[in-house]
C-alpha cells in the first residue's frame, strides 16, 4: 500500500512538472516581449522620415530643431540607417524645421 502511495504521488508530482514546463515552453502567447525588428523607413505605420542624419551628433542636432519648432519626433534606427521621424500631419512643417536650421 506505501508502494502504491508513492508511486501515485511520483506521478502526479511528475504530471505537475510537466504541465508547467509545457506551459513555460510551449508555442503559445509569450509574456515576455520580442526583440524589436528593425525595418525599412516605410514600415512605421502612421510615422514619416523627415531626416536620415549620417552620424548621433548629427541626429541630436537635427532633433534639437524640431524640438525648438515644438514638434514631436522619434529617431529610428532602421535596415537603412537612422532617420528621424514625425507624425504624417506634421511632415511640412518638420522639413521647414530642418530647413532653416
Do not use: H, Q
Request: charged share 20%.
Amino acid at each position: 500500500m506505501r508502494t502504491l502511495t508513492y508511486l501515485l504521488l511520483t506521478f502526479a508530482v511528475l504530471a505537475v512538472l510537466i504541465l508547467l514546463l509545457r506551459w513555460t515552453y510551449g508555442s503559445g502567447k509569450s509574456l515576455v516581449a520580442r526583440r524589436p525588428r528593425t525595418g525599412a523607413p516605410d514600415e512605421y505605420g502612421l510615422l514619416v522620415a523627415v531626416a536620415s542624419p549620417a552620424d548621433a551628433d548629427e541626429a541630436r542636432r537635427l532633433a534639437a530643431l524640431l524640438a525648438a519648432a515644438g514638434l514631436r519626433y522619434t529617431l529610428v534606427d532602421t535596415a537603412d540607417g537612422p532617420r528621424l521621424m514625425v507624425w504624417a500631419a506634421d511632415e511640412a512643417a518638420a522639413r521647414a524645421a530642418l530647413r532653416r536650421g
